[in-house]
């Protein structure tokens, strides 16, 4: 059993803490807002702390998960931050989506502070998050990552290290690009299937069997006909994970026509109200054109 210090308490860091505590890990918890530290204390075995800093001390391990590159900073960098609690030797893991450039930057620092760092962010929305089961793409040493992955192991299915640091944050870029073509394909589908006087259902679990089949098909369509949109990441958060991601193919000169539009179509479902609606809800944009 490992001391580990959570910073970061929103849908998923919560249980994913969570997981932590369970499995008998001696957990610190920090969130910036101190009720939702003190809710997750109540409900599970550990300590809250008042600053990063304050929980990172002493811990073998300091977990990450943010919104985004400044929120990162905020928690890691400075005389409040998680690197100033951390004793030599100790690993910071990022499991922020964020972008490649904050993980290079962040494992530098750390590195002249005698510190180990991996970006690590993860896939399976708030359910995997709860039940355990997320997937986990690594950036970083081979070493830091083996001291890791046995505590990371408490809320994932999968864990892979994908190379030096930024590659997990790359590879959660990857994740994303299907994503976002895979939610557009399926809201045409179902779109042109009610147009043509289809039912919906019926056409779904047909085409599932077949080489349509998909998570997104399998565990979304029905919510999708139904026009509930309140299972899993939010279009607010796949937005921001879209810009780092096109940001980074104009760097690495990567062509991305599909997502780019998916990006302007998410755009629309934030101006219908949309922001906090789940990805699922591009088919909200097609159903109210003419």
């Known amino acids: 059993m490992a001391k580990v210090a959570f910073i970061g308490l929103g849908v998923m860091g919560f249980p994913m803490a969570g997981h932590l505590a369970c499995e008998g890990h001696e957990v610190c918890v920090y969130n910036r807002s101190p009720d939702k530290a003190r809710l997750w204390q109540d409900e599970f075995a550990g300590e809250t702390a008042r600053t990063p800093r304050e929980a990172a001390q002493g811990a073998e391990l300091v977990m990450t998960c943010v919104g985004n590159d400044d929120d990162l900073r905020s928690v890691v960098l400075g005389a409040d931050g998680a690197f100033a609690g951390m004793a030599a030797g100790a690993v910071l893991v990022d499991h922020t989506t964020a972008s490649a450039n904050v993980a290079r930057e962040l494992a530098a620092v750390a590195a002249k502070k005698g510190l180990g760092f991996l970006d690590a962010p993860v896939s399976g929305g708030q359910a995997g998050a709860e039940n355990g089961m997320l997937t986990v793409m690594v950036g970083g040493e081979e070493a830091f990552y083996k001291r890791a992955e046995p505590v990371i192991d408490a809320y994932a299915k999968m864990i892979k290290l994908m190379g030096p640091v930024g590659s997990g944050q790359l590879t959660k870029m990857v994740n994303q690009i299907c994503i976002g073509g895979l939610v557009q394909g399926l809201s045409e589908a179902l779109h042109f299937a009610q147009c043509a006087g289809l039912d919906g259902h019926a056409a779904m679990e047909v085409i599932s069997k077949g080489a349509a089949q998909s998570w997104q098909l399998e565990n979304r369509h029905q919510t999708m006909l139904e ?14 994970d879209l810009s780092i991601l096109l940001e980074e193919a104009r760097r690495n000169g990567a062509q991305l026509p599909v997502t780019a539009l998916v990006d302007q179509f998410y755009s629309d479902v934030q101006a219908m109200g949309g922001g906090r609606w789940d990805t699922s809800s591009l088919i909200a944009r097609l159903k109210q054109r003419p």
């Not at 026009?227 to 921001?240: N, P, T």
Request: proline share 0%; net charge positive.
């Open 227 to 240: 026009g509930k949109f309140d299972f899993g990441f939010a279009v607010d958060w796949m937005r921001k």
